[in-house]
C-alpha cells in the first residue's frame, strides 16, 4: 500500500488561491511507471465524492467541468508530492479534498484536507 498525506487546505476568501500537496510514501517517477493514475476528489457535505482532477503518463490532464481554468494538477518526482493549484475559489469549492492514487487494482487514499471558500 502506498501512503498519502494531504496538506495545504483551509479558509480562503471567494477568488483566493490555495496550493494543496499530497506527499506519496513511494517513489511517483516508479509509480508513473508502473501506470499510476493520480487524482485529487473532493466530498462536500451530503454530496457523493466526486473527482477534480487526474492525471497519468503519456495523457492529457482531465478536470471536472466545474473546475476547469481554474485548477492545475501536476507533480514533482524530486519530492514525490503531487499538487493541486486552485485558483479563483469559490464558495462551492468548499469540501474535503482527498488525494488518491490507483496502481492496476489497488487503490490508495489520503485522510483529506478541507478547503472552505468565504467571506
Known amino acids: 500500500q502506498v501512503q498519502l498525506v494531504e496538506s495545504g487546505g483551509g479558509l480562503v476568501q471567494p477568488g483566493g488561491s490555495l496550493n494543496l500537496s499530497c506527499t506519496v510514501s513511494?517513489?511517483?517517477?516508479?509509480?508513473?511507471?508502473?501506470?499510476?493514475?493520480m487524482a485529487w476528489y473532493r466530498q462536500a457535505p451530503g454530496k457523493q465524492r466526486e473527482l477534480v482532477a487526474a492525471?497519468?503518463?503519456?495523457?492529457?490532464?482531465n478536470y471536472a467541468d466545474s473546475v476547469k481554468g481554474r485548477f492545475t494538477i501536476s507533480q514533482d518526482n524530486a519530492k514525490n508530492t503531487v499538487f493541486l493549484q486552485m485558483n479563483s475559489l469559490e464558495p462551492e469549492d468548499t469540501a474535503n479534498y482527498f488525494c488518491?492514487?490507483?496502481?492496476?487494482?489497488?487503490?490508495?487514499w489520503g485522510q483529506g484536507t478541507q478547503v472552505t471558500v468565504s467571506s
Open positions: 513511494a517513489s511517483i517517477f516508479s509509480l508513473n511507471i508502473l501506470g499510476a493514475v
Open positions: 488518491n492514487i490507483k496502481i492496476g487494482l489497488q487503490d490508495n
Open positions: 492525471m497519468s503518463r503519456g495523457h492529457i490532464p
